[in-house]
């Protein structure tokens, strides 16, 4: 991905962070990076259970990431 080129990291050293299933989550998976659902924008906890994936984390919103 060329964000990742620019700034010299490899797959092992990023995650897609995101609020969208249909577009962040899987945009992460299939690029195998992993994924970290936020639960402040469009996705909830319900909608997200009517997809057959699932990301590697869910937290509440993006200050939650912090502290866990």
């Known amino acids: 991905m060329a964000a990742m080129d620019k700034?010299?990291?490899?797959?092992r050293d990023t995650v897609i962070i995101g609020?969208?299933?249909?577009?962040?989550?899987?945009?992460g998976i299939e690029s195998s990076i992993?994924?970290?659902?936020?639960?402040?924008?469009v996705t909830t906890r319900?909608?997200?259970?009517?997809?057959?994936?699932?990301?590697?984390y869910v937290f509440g919103g993006v200050g939650d990431i912090l502290t866990a």
């Open 7 to 11: 700034l010299g990291v490899g797959h």
């Open 19 to 27: 609020d969208r299933m249909d577009t962040d989550i899987i945009a």
């Open 34 to 41: 992993e994924t970290v659902l936020v639960l402040s924008g």
């Open 46 to 56: 319900e909608s997200m259970e009517k997809f057959a994936y699932r990301p590697n």
